[in-house]
């Protein structure tokens, strides 16, 4: 789950489109099994200091992929 989740939002730009209910859809959609339910998640997400922005999260994101 957790590489699912980097290869698709692996700067802050992209995690910043993410709400509640997106978050619940895409764990349905990957069929995630744990017992912590979405709301959680996404308070812990938005709780957590923030990533780069920009050129610098791009750039970030591809490393983080690779």
Do not use: N
């Amino acid at each position: 789950m957790s590489m699912k989740f980097l290869s698709r939002f692996g700067c802050q730009d992209r995690a910043d489109w993410l709400s509640p209910r997106r978050l619940a859809g895409l764990l349905a959609g990957i069929r995630y099994s744990g017992h912590t339910d979405p709301e959680v998640m996404y308070a812990r997400l938005t709780a957590a200091s923030r990533g780069l922005t920009g050129d610098g999260g791009a750039a970030a994101a591809h490393v983080t992929r690779a």
